[in-house]
């Protein structure tokens, strides 16, 4: 596991619309969750495991909330991740 599963515990967020970055190219698929205020959610859908995600927010974004994080597979290229912002 690389972080907590359950976002919904704590402090109660504002998710906005999930974001399928299957077809977006790298350079534009992290710029949205920098467009976040404090205490909403950035929900993505991606092809491949984002454990490196995770630890990519966790090194390069200081206000990624990684107690808030969590991943749902729905299939063998389908992941849904919750990146909550601080």
């Known amino acids: ?28 698929r992290h710029n949205a969750f920098d467009e976040l205020d404090a205490g909403e959610e950035l929900v993505i859908v991606n092809d491949n495991d984002p454990q490196p995600l995770f630890y990519e927010f966790r090194a390069e974004r200081d206000a990624f909330d990684e107690a808030g994080y969590a991943v749902e597979r729905r299939g063998p290229e389908a992941f849904v991740v919750t990146l909550p912002k601080k």
Do not use: A, E
Not at 1 to 26: C, E, H, K, Q
């Open 1 to 28: 596991m690389f972080g907590p599963t359950d976002s919904r515990m704590g402090t109660p967020r504002t998710v906005m619309d999930r974001l399928d970055i299957r077809d977006l190219p790298p350079s534009q």
